[in-house]
C-alpha cells in the first residue's frame, strides 16, 4: 500500500527536513517488506494567503477519491505506538490504494478537510507546530513498522 504525507507549507532545510528524510528511508527500508510503502510527502502552498479555507481547498483537490484520508488534528483519538501500528496494518489489509495523512497549515484544517477524512488522529491535547508535526508522524510510522516486522526499535 502506498503511503502519503501530505501537508500545508513547504519545509526549508534543516534539522526537522534531515529527521523526515531519515525516518520515512528507514520506513521504506523496513515497511515495503510488509507491504506498506514506498511513502512519499507531498507539500501544498497557498500562495495567495486564504487561510484555513484556501488551504482546505488545496488539499481536497489534492486528494484522490479512492484514497483512505487519515488528518492529525488535536481533536482526533490518542492512540499509543503499538495500536497505532495495528491500525496501520489493519489499512494495509483492508487494500485500499492508499493512505494519505493530512497535517494543516498554522491554523489547522478546514472543516471539509476535517468532514472528508476517514479517521482524526491526534498526537496529544496539546497543539503543535505543524512542522514538528511532520516530524513526529514520521518518527511513528517508523516505529509502527518497526513494531509489526518484530524489530528492537520499540521497547515496551
Known amino acids: 500500500m502506498r503511503l502519503r504525507i501530505m501537508a500545508i507549507g513547504r519545509l526549508r532545510q534543516g534539522p526537522e527536513k534531515d529527521l523526515i528524510k531519515d525516518y520515512l528511508s528507514r520506513f521504506n527500508r523496513t515497511g515495503q517488506p510488509l507491504g506498506l510503502g514506498p511513502i512519499e510527502v507531498l507539500e501544498l502552498e497557498d500562495k495567495k494567503g486564504g487561510g484555513k479555507t484556501a488551504e482546505g481547498a488545496l488539499l481536497l483537490k489534492a486528494l484522490p477519491a479512492n484514497?483512505?484520508?487519515?488528518?492529525?488534528?488535536?481533536?482526533?483519538?490518542?492512540?499509543?505506538?503499538p495500536q497505532f501500528s495495528e491500525r496501520l496494518a489493519y489499512f494495509r489489509d483492508m487494500a485500499p490504494r492508499e493512505l494519505i495523512f493530512?497535517?494543516?497549515?498554522?491554523?489547522?484544517?478546514?472543516?471539509?478537510?476535517?468532514?472528508?477524512?476517514?479517521?482524526?488522529?491526534?498526537?496529544g491535547r496539546m497543539v503543535w507546530a505543524h512542522m514538528l508535526v511532520r516530524v513526529m508522524l514520521a518518527e511513528q510510522l517508523y516505529r509502527a513498522v518497526s513494531i509489526l516486522a518484530g524489530g528492537p526499535y520499540h521497547r515496551i
Open 102 to 123: 493530512v497535517i494543516g497549515g498554522a491554523d489547522g484544517l478546514s472543516e471539509d478537510v476535517l468532514e472528508r477524512a476517514d479517521e482524526k488522529l491526534s498526537f
Open 67 to 81: 484514497a483512505k484520508v487519515v488528518v492529525l488534528d488535536e481533536r482526533g483519538q490518542l492512540q499509543t505506538s
